[in-house]
């Protein structure tokens, strides 16, 4: 018997505050929720040696979660040199350089990082991305990417720019046209 619980608190309310009992759950059910990492209810495991009053083990599943990051950062590029250096290893390696050209100082920049950063999780190896913060680099560099507006986040292949998206809309939006340019050019 297994028994399915979103957090630690919600299972010890269930099993000492309320009068009725716990439903099982199916085997078939049970799998499914340790594999998405939820925290799972089960008589004689040994993956979490914590035992409650009733003499149960707590088991939190920790397959596929680890293997694979929820968000890769993205590497800052802060010269001409440097963004030489990028693109030519990407042309190397066949791989598809994402440029997220940005400003501290801008709300929807900073909105944009981390839901690239998971995005970059999606994608990597297959695509790199990388940040470049206009106020802290030369302006030969910023008008070799071309920026007029930001955030502006480009995709570049074969030393080449092939395509943009100006983030001027919602943060998903963004993040969806990302990913279209993405499989375009994959």
Same mark, same amino acid.
């Given at each position: 018997?297994?028994?399915?619980?979103? /957090?630690?608190?919600?299972?010890?309310?269930?099993?000492?505050?309320?009068?009725?009992?716990?439903?099982?759950?199916?085997?078939?059910?049970?799998?499914?929720?340790? /594999?998405? *990492?939820? @925290?799972?209810?089960?008589?004689?495991?040994?993956?979490?040696? +914590?035992?409650? =009053?009733?003499? @149960?083990?707590?088991?939190?599943? =920790?397959?596929? &979660?680890?293997?694979?990051?929820?968000?890769?950062?993205? +590497?800052?590029?802060?010269?001409?040199? %440097?963004?030489?250096?990028?693109?030519?290893?990407?042309? %190397?390696?066949?791989? &598809?350089?994402?440029?997220?050209?940005?400003?501290?100082?801008?709300?929807?920049?900073?909105?944009?990082?981390?839901?690239?950063? +998971?995005?970059?999780?999606?994608?990597?190896? =297959?695509?790199?991305?990388?940040?470049?913060?206009?106020?802290?680099?030369?302006?030969?560099?910023?008008? =070799?990417? /071309?920026?007029?507006?930001?955030?502006?986040?480009?995709?570049?292949?074969?030393? %080449?720019?092939?395509? %943009?998206?100006? *983030?001027?809309?919602?943060?998903?939006?963004?993040?969806?046209?990302?990913?279209?340019?993405?499989? +375009?050019?994959?």
């Amino acid at each position: 018997m297994a028994v399915l619980a979103p /957090n630690c608190c919600v299972l010890h309310r269930e099993l000492f505050h309320r009068e009725q009992s716990v439903h099982p759950l199916s085997g078939r059910c049970a799998s499914a929720a340790a /594999n998405a *990492g939820a @925290v799972v209810l089960a008589p004689g495991s040994r993956t979490w040696k +914590k035992r409650t =009053r009733v003499g @149960v083990k707590l088991g939190a599943s =920790r397959q596929d &979660v680890s293997s694979r990051p929820m968000s890769v950062p993205m +590497k800052a590029i802060t010269m001409v040199e %440097e963004l030489d250096q990028v693109l030519e290893q990407a042309q %190397e390696l066949s791989q &598809v350089i994402i440029i997220d050209w940005m400003a501290a100082w801008c709300r929807k920049c900073i909105y944009l990082k981390p839901k690239l950063e +998971k995005l970059a999780a999606e994608y990597d190896p =297959r695509v790199r991305f990388y940040l470049v913060d206009v106020n802290k680099v030369s302006r030969e560099l910023v008008k =070799r990417g /071309n920026i007029t507006k930001m955030p502006t986040i480009q995709l570049w292949k074969d030393k %080449e720019w092939k395509d %943009e998206v100006v *983030g001027g809309q919602k943060a998903w939006l963004v993040i969806d046209e990302v990913r279209e340019i993405i499989q +375009k050019h994959i």
